[in-house]
């Protein structure tokens, strides 16, 4: 019926089965930015922001969203995540903060939901950490920048 692998022949959603394919070592990295007001970037540096260390916290929530994956996405498989980072590039002549997650295993099925919900969670939490200061805040560009590991072998983004 159709060629999406979370899909039958009868067009039900099912997780796909990796019951046959060999553990490797899974890699991906994801990125996105949040764009703000420079006077709420400034507030994020000079880690003045009431509620606390806004990217110690993001990058916790990051971490902790990246191992809950499979209970937020329905179709995704549990994995044995063997590695998570979350990193931040603060932007002063943009105003933003650049996210980058790396997320790593080995398994029979690859890590990319794991780095996309990464940076998307600690997009969200730099914006409830700052949105008193600046409900114009915008999370934008969450992309997979790359992955290796599996079957398809590796992805690098090209811009």
């Known amino acids: 019926m159709s060629s999406f ?3 039958d022949e009868k067009g039900r959603v099912r997780m796909v089965d990796v019951t046959e394919k060999k553990p490797t070592v899974r890699k991906a990295v994801a990125g996105g930015s949040v ?3 420079p006077e709420t970037f400034q507030l994020i540096k000079d880690q003045k922001v009431k509620k606390g ?3 110690e916290t993001a990058r916790i929530a990051g971490i902790m969203a990246a191992k809950k994956t499979p209970e937020l996405i329905p ?3 549990p994995l044995h995540l063997t590695h998570v980072r979350v990193d931040f590039d603060p932007d002063e002549t943009h105003c933003c903060i650049g996210i980058r997650a790396a997320v790593r295993t080995i398994d029979q ?4 939901m794991e780095a996309l919900t990464a940076v998307s969670v600690a997009a969200l939490t730099l914006y409830d950490m700052c949105k008193s200061y600046d409900r114009e805040m915008r999370i934008s560009d969450i992309q997979l920048l790359e992955k290796s590991g599996g079957k398809s072998g590796a992805f690098k983004r090209s811009d």
Request: aromatic share 6%; glycine share 6%.
């Open 53 to 55: 260390n806004v990217l």
């Open 109 to 112: 099925t690859g890590v990319e």
């Open 5 to 7: 692998t979370h899909l």
């Open 75 to 77: 179709m995704c498989h």
């Open 35 to 37: 764009f703000m007001m």
